[in-house]
């Protein structure tokens, strides 16, 4: 979706407006923020395919909420999302190549989701996050992690190929750290997976909430929700282009892009000294 064509509504991220709960997804909203926790802490919120239906339908209606700047994505209990439990493994096994199709692409729907949403998504990686628990941050746009957590694909080790999250991997972190990461198979700390480009930032577990809160504020006051999401497009567009074309893109959306509500606001903001409508609705 893209959407975002004008400044979103007056909130206070610290104004909570609704706690909706389901089995698998938990979500929170504050103001302009929705925080959304995997449900499974049992499973250290492995990712099944209920929890990956679920997921999906969150992020749909955090799309379809205009008043909404930030989704934040997180875990219950010790884990972010630590690999595949055993019941899915069993189920990996015994399903013909269709169903296995089907459920593979069920989760390359919901990577896609995330990496194209059009509202910029946290991963507050409060814990491990393993095979697709760390394919499921990678996708999102900014990604914080509590020191102790590691991440990492172990697929190869158990004879499975990380084929969904290679694609998006390989635009991350190019071909060298990709390889580094897939064809091992192994885990990473925290600051390493830093070092690496695979997260934004490492943060000392008891200030993380803090850290993930303050660059949803940043995000909400500071930037213009429209060209946020035409940005996005942009980026997930623009590497599959050769020069030319992605040239000849760049300037479509930049003409595109100063006729918008927001451009138009900002720059006569600017002109006059003033605050943009979205830092002023941020501070409302």
């Not at 909420?65 to 690999?83: E, I, K, P, Q, Y």
């Not at 390989?170 to 390889?179: D, I, P, S, V, W």
């Not at 590497?239 to 918008?260: H, I, K, S, W």
Request: aromatic share 4%; charged share 25%; net charge negative.
């Amino acid at each position: 979706m893209l959407g975002r064509a004008s400044p979103p509504a007056a909130a206070s991220l610290h104004n909570s407006r609704f706690v909706r709960m389901s089995d698998l997804v938990q979500t929170s909203t504050e103001g302009s923020v929705c925080t959304l926790r995997l449900n499974r802490p049992d499973k250290r919120n492995a990712l099944n395919a209920g929890l990956v239906t679920a997921l999906k339908g969150a992020l749909d209606a955090a799309e379809d909420d205009d008043s909404l700047r930030t989704v934040v994505l997180t875990g219950t209990g010790s884990a972010f999302s630590a690999g595949a439990d055993l019941s899915s493994l069993r189920a990996m096994r015994e399903a013909g190549p269709t169903e296995n199709q089907t459920d593979s692409r069920h989760l390359a729907e919901l990577f896609r989701r995330i990496y194209q949403s059009s509202v910029p998504v946290i991963a507050k990686v409060n814990g491990h996050a393993i095979g697709g628990g760390c394919g499921l941050a990678s996708v999102c746009d900014f990604a914080y992690a509590s020191g102790g957590a590691k991440l990492g694909f172990t697929e190869v080790r158990i004879g499975f190929v990380p084929a969904i999250v290679m694609v998006f991997l390989r635009r991350k972190l190019g071909e060298t750290q990709t390889r580094d990461l897939l064809l091992r198979g192994r885990l990473v700390d925290a600051s390493r997976a830093a070092e690496m480009g695979l997260v934004t930032r490492v943060v000392p577990e008891d200030d993380l909430d803090e850290a993930v809160d303050a660059l949803a504020r940043e995000l909400a006051r500071e930037t213009s929700g429209s060209a946020v999401a035409l940005t996005k497009q942009m980026l997930a567009r623009v590497p599959g282009m050769g020069l030319d074309e992605a040239l000849d893109y760049a300037v479509q959306m930049n003409a595109f892009a100063r006729g918008t509500k927001d451009c138009q606001a900002g720059i006569d903001a600017f002109l006059n000294d003033e605050d943009p409508p979205w830092k002023q609705d941020a501070r409302g």
